[in-house]
């Protein structure tokens, strides 16, 4: 496939009907699945990064845009983190093959733990997934964002107006547009709640978190790893590491991370 043009999958799905881009880059297991961020779409540094190492390597990488992101259709107001784990897991049906390790930023680190979830009780049910789940690979992930870094976190004037007006104008520092904060978006995410329990994996976890990072604090991830019931958890905490990570050195770090699968 042409990395330059996207491939699009047409869901219609709970979370209504809608047009995902994705592009895909065949090549040898474990293939890389890249789950972004809130706002941010595969065309970024670190996606980028992950598709031209895994090009360099001849492994398979699929990175795509959920519904209300980059390339994909939707509105991003109307969406939830259901719909994203929707998303994710028709991705992964469409064009993962074999085992993978799924890479997933900020909340794309919380749809990861979610989509192995998902998988998991596929299984259960008798429907085991085509690319079972081999790494997770979690660059400051924002578990459970919604409720514990969002709303607990708003004052009393933010929460009144998201219930009043259904929605609040969040200022961004990573976009010159403030980000729409919808009732619907912390209320769907009630359902997917991770951190009032043990999450299992069953598979190694490997989670990148930087010291400075404003959005999702360092604190968070050691309460995340000590949530992971699988013995193959390591947490690297970058002292002068912000949100992103994707300096150079952030970049080279992941990458040496992945290599590792």
């Not at 930087?210 to 193959?232: F, I, K, T, Y």
């Not at 992103?244 to 050195?249: D, H, I, T």
Request: with cysteine; proline share 5%.
């Amino acid at each position: 496939m042409n990395n330059s043009c996207p491939k699009y999958l047409d869901l219609g799905t709970e979370a209504g009907t809608r047009r995902i881009a994705v592009r895909a880059q065949a090549g040898d297991a474990p293939g890389l699945l890249w789950l972004g961020g809130l706002k941010s779409d595969m065309r970024g540094t670190k996606a980028e990064a992950l598709a031209a190492w895994a090009a360099q390597r001849g492994r398979a990488c699929v990175r795509f845009d959920y519904a209300g992101h980059g390339e994909s259709s939707g509105d991003f107001a109307a969406c939830t983190i259901g719909g994203w784990l929707e998303d994710s897991l028709a991705v992964l049906d469409a064009f993962c093959r074999g085992p993978q390790v799924v890479v997933g930023s900020s909340m794309g680190g919380w749809i990861a733990l979610l989509l192995l979830r998902a998988l998991k009780a596929r299984a259960a049910a008798g429907r085991p997934a085509a690319a079972p789940i081999a790494g997770l690979v979690l660059i400051a992930p924002a578990v459970d964002f919604t409720e514990v870094l969002m709303w607990q976190k708003f004052s009393p004037a933010v929460k009144q107006a998201i219930e009043r007006e259904g929605a609040w104008e969040r200022p961004s520092a990573y976009s010159a547009e403030p980000y729409r904060i919808t009732r619907g978006l912390i209320e769907e995410g009630r359902k997917h709640l991770l951190l009032g329990g043990l999450i299992e994996t069953g598979c190694p976890v490997r989670i990148l978190q930087g010291v400075q990072d404003p959005d999702v604090p360092w604190n968070h991830a050691v309460d995340l790893s000590a949530r992971l019931a699988q013995d193959d958890v390591v947490l690297t905490l970058v002292k002068d590491g912000d949100h992103r990570l994707s300096r150079p050195e952030d970049i080279e770090r992941l990458l040496h991370v992945i290599a590792e699968f």
